[in-house]
């Protein structure tokens, strides 16, 4: 078997080596049945108790109060941008959004086909290299939306903003989910793509709150409605069995490290170590500002697009994969999820030292 190498991708991304090892003697026989966990049917009794384990590993390790549904849906996370208000913006209605990168301009963007989308505070005056603290927000009776964590630009909330009454609180978690504790009764929905935090790409995880189900538009294609996927256990068609399956398995090993304050704590080290190394360095400058950075990605340049290239195809050439920043930043990011290693960000901080000592 060839070694596992460093791999800093900002998603796909790395998985805990317990998931994967397991992951590799299920897909081959399940539970001593015979039969791998992609070749069960979604209604057997095997992989049923795939799913329940799943759901109640994700309330447990949540404390999702009992009137939320836990649902795994398709489509990725972007999928989740037009459903949303697809749901819930009727025409004559407004929406407000928090605007931080990329990720919430595509939020944007579909809401404004189906009602009025508002922008109650942008950070793209510094290409989003910050969290807006000052919100205004409309007269808004229908819902907040906001990104947690961004993903490209390497900035996350400390905290959840604070939504108008008559609203509720969205939240695309995709990059921070279950990267610390998070209260999910301030929140309508919340909703996060796997392959960050939870699993692999194919399953979106969506926390959502009982009356808003009721709530939601009927009149819309019934795969785009919650009541459907709630009422049927997420399974009114043939679910992402491999995705569900790997999640559990991944709130299993969450639940081993202690839950997610003590992952909190073990992200806070990892990304302090990183950090630290940045503000000491001569050579490398973090592009978030210091009281928006993100726990999830660091992202970071030398000032110097030549030296930034050498950087990376020298990083990679030593086995320090994915740390090439999305082309809207440049330079580099660090992605540094649960299940990212300390070891890892040791392995970089050595070798940045080493680079800014030969290049500096
Ligand atoms: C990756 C990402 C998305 C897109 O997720 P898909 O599952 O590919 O649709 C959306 N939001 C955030 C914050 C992301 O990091």
């Known amino acids: 078997m060839s070694e596992r190498i460093i791999n800093f991708s900002a998603g796909p991304a790395v998985l805990p080596e317990p998931v994967l090892s397991q992951a590799r003697e299920d897909l081959w026989s399940l539970d001593g049945t015979g039969i791998g966990v992609m070749e069960h049917s979604h209604r057997g009794?095997?992989?049923?108790?795939?799913?329940?384990?799943?759901?109640?590993?994700?309330?447990?390790?949540?404390?999702?109060p009992d009137n939320y549904k836990v649902l795994f849906l398709q489509g990725g996370a972007s999928s989740q941008f037009f459903t949303i208000p697809m749901n819930f913006l009727a025409q004559d209605k407004?929406?407000?959004?928090?605007?931080?990168?990329?990720?919430?301009?595509?939020?944007?963007?579909?809401?404004?086909?189906?009602?009025?989308?508002?922008?109650?505070?942008?950070?793209?005056?510094?290409?989003?290299?910050?969290?807006?603290k000052e919100?205004?927000?409309?007269?808004?009776?229908t819902y907040v939306h906001f990104t947690s964590n961004n993903t490209i630009f390497g900035t996350e909330y400390a905290s959840e903003p604070e939504n108008p009454a008559g609203s509720f609180l969205v939240c695309d978690a995709s990059?921070?989910?279950f990267s610390?504790?998070?209260?999910?009764?301030?929140?309508?929905?919340?909703?996060?793509?796997?392959?960050?935090?939870?699993?692999?790409?194919?399953?979106?995880?969506?926390i959502i709150r009982d009356d808003l189900i009721e709530q939601g538009a009927s009149d819309i294609p019934t795969m785009l409605q919650y009541r459907t996927h709630a009422e049927n256990d997420s399974m009114f068609n043939t679910?992402?069995?491999?995705?569900?399956?790997?999640?559990?398995?991944?709130?299993?090993?969450?639940?081993?490290?202690?839950?997610l304050s003590a992952i909190q704590k073990l992200n806070?080290?990892?990304?302090?170590?990183?950090?630290?190394?940045?503000?000491?360095?001569?050579?490398?400058?973090?592009?978030a500002e210091v009281d928006s950075r993100s726990m999830m990605n660091v992202t970071f340049v030398t000032g110097n697009e030549d030296l930034d290239k050498k950087f990376i195809s020298e990083a990679t050439a030593a086995g320090l994969d994915g740390l090439k920043g999305h082309r809207s930043v440049g330079g580099m990011r660090a992605s540094i999820y649960n299940a990212f290693?300390?070891?890892?960000?040791?392995?970089?901080?050595?070798?940045?030292?080493?680079?800014?000592k030969s290049n500096g």
Request: proline fraction near 4%; charged fraction near 20%; include cysteine.
């Open 94 to 132: 407004t929406a407000d959004y928090l605007i931080t990168g990329s990720w919430s301009k595509k939020a944007i963007a579909e809401a404004k086909s189906f009602g009025t989308a508002h922008t109650a505070s942008s950070s793209a005056d510094k290409n989003f290299n910050y969290i807006p």
């Open 175 to 177: 990059s921070d989910i």
């Open 45 to 64: 009794k095997a992989f049923l108790a795939v799913y329940e384990k799943t759901v109640a590993l994700c309330r447990e390790l949540a404390s999702i």
């Open 135 to 141: 919100i205004k927000y409309s007269d808004t009776q």
């Open 180 to 206: 610390r504790p998070l209260d999910i009764s301030k929140y309508g929905i919340v909703y996060a793509g796997a392959q960050k935090n939870l699993g692999p790409s194919g399953v979106t995880l969506v």
């Open 341 to 356: 290693p300390e070891a890892g960000i040791d392995k970089l901080v050595e070798f940045m030292t080493a680079f800014e």
């Open 268 to 287: 806070q080290r990892k990304a302090n170590k990183l950090y630290g190394y940045l503000d000491s360095s001569k050579l490398f400058q973090g592009t």
């Open 239 to 259: 679910p992402p069995t491999f995705g569900i399956y790997i999640m559990g398995q991944v709130f299993s090993w969450i639940k081993d490290q202690g839950g």
